[in-house]
């Protein structure tokens, strides 16, 4: 821990050009990736904010992981299977759910059937 605390730590970022806020009221944060999704509830979020972004901070007690029932497969990894094995998109997302987002495997079964 820095001596001096938090007002040390504030006129440091201020030298580097960041300014830092809390965002108040904060419900609920969702982290979602293509076969989950992270509930936070209640979180205390900070924003840092420099010149052309923002880094978020969430700090929580406890969160919640869900998995995804049907994975979200990008719109390459589709474009990907429906190309290496000639059928339409439809049945290379249909593929790609069977297969469990394993492209590999989701063009052999296509090509192989």
Do not use: C, H, W
Request: proline share 2%.
């Amino acid at each position: 821990m820095m001596r001096g605390g938090n007002r040390e730590m504030r006129r440091m970022m201020d030298k580097m050009g960041l300014d830092m806020n809390e965002l108040t009221n904060v419900q609920e944060v969702i982290i979602k990736t293509d076969k989950k999704e992270i509930i936070i509830t209640k979180p205390s979020v900070t924003e840092m904010k420099a010149k052309d972004n923002s880094i978020f901070t969430v700090t929580a007690d406890s969160y919640e992981e869900k998995e995804l029932e049907v994975p979200i497969f990008s719109e390459e990894d589709i474009q990907l299977v429906s190309l290496q094995a000639g059928v339409d998109e439809e049945k290379a997302r249909t593929a790609l759910e069977e297969a469990k987002g394993d492209l590999a495997k989701a063009i052999l079964n296509l090509t192989s059937a």
